[in-house]
């Protein structure tokens, strides 16, 4: 019996790559047993609406495009009150969710294998605010600026390395944050040059979680909080440890929530999976737990 499936497209991701064996990627489906059916994304916001409006007419849906496409599709299935199976072909720069998933990157045809041969997992989808949602992260401080503030020319040159130039050359210019943090088990008061709340073990391609640290579907979020540790010195050592996966550091915070509320004394910028996601002064993050059923 065959399955309908519907596959957004973000052709923009990922510096066009998906020109490259798109065909034997649908072929690929097909052959498999999927009838598809391709709709390609335009602007901003596109990938939410065709998720959302369209999804429930298909037995499956899979996005090809970066984190930030994936982090699209899985905002409008939030909105179904039974969303099919969600498969993912990586096409984009970072690519942290392919890493945290081991899914193949930027090879089409093989990544569509993979939705073939995979198993709909449960997944966490976080809530940002009253009515966002964000598929592996939302962010505030150091780096976390790099994924959409490194510009468009560099991304086409260099692809991945540009996040990391743009992130190192960013390290003097640190701002720390004085924040209040309330999370499930307690408080956290400190000035804080980064914080997060995430469902994956890659930030913005640079920055690695330990897998055994990271649950996909446990209802609770890694919730990393980064000191300001007071001098330029003893912060290229922390950034180093971390950028090296070992998280001993004394300013170095990795705690497990289902919730947390940040409070900040004046609007903070933040970023959701990669997109710039506003400036906030008192914001609260929650999981959803195990709404999304991902393919990998």
């Known amino acids: 019996m065959h399955r309908k499936l519907l596959l957004i497209v973000n052709p923009a991701a990922g510096r066009g790559a998906y020109k490259k064996d798109f065909a034997d990627a649908v072929k690929t489906l097909d052959d498999g047993g999927c009838r598809t059916t391709v709709v390609f994304t335009g602007h901003r916001g596109d990938a939410t609406e065709m998720a959302a409006g369209l999804g429930p007419e298909y037995d499956m849906l899979a996005c090809v495009g970066g984190d930030g496409t994936l982090s699209e599709v899985m905002a409008g299935l ?44 449960p997944y966490d989808v976080g809530g940002f605010g009253d009515k966002d949602y964000f598929a592996y992260i939302a962010a505030f401080g150091a780096f976390t ?90 912060l290229s050592e922390m950034a180093d440890s971390v950028f090296s996966r070992r998280f001993d550091n004394e300013n170095v915070l990795i705690l497990h929530t289902k919730k947390a509320r940040f409070h900040f004394e004046k609007p903070v910028p933040w970023t959701r999976d990669g997109e710039d996601g506003g400036l906030h002064q008192d914001v609260e993050l929650c999981n959803y737990e195990s709404p999304i059923r991902l393919i990998f």
């Open 145 to 234: 600026e790099v994924s959409y503030a490194t510009p468009q020319n560099q991304k086409k040159l260099l692809g991945h390395l540009a996040y990391v130039l743009q992130g190192a050359l960013s390290l003097p210019y640190l701002e720390a944050y004085p924040t209040r943090v309330e999370y499930d088990d307690g408080v956290v008061e400190a000035n804080l040059v980064y914080g997060s709340m995430s469902n994956s073990t890659s930030v913005a391609g640079i920055v690695h979680l330990p897998e055994e640290m990271v649950a996909l579907g446990d209802g609770r979020s890694e919730l990393v909080l980064v000191k300001d540790p007071g001098n330029l010195v003893t």
């Open 78 to 121: 939030m909105q179904l009150k039974n969303p099919p199976p969600l498969g993912y072909i990586p096409l984009g720069t970072a690519n942290d969710v392919a890493t945290t998933l081991d899914l193949p990157k930027n090879n089409a045809p093989l990544a569509a294998q993979r939705i073939l041969s995979g198993t709909p997992h």
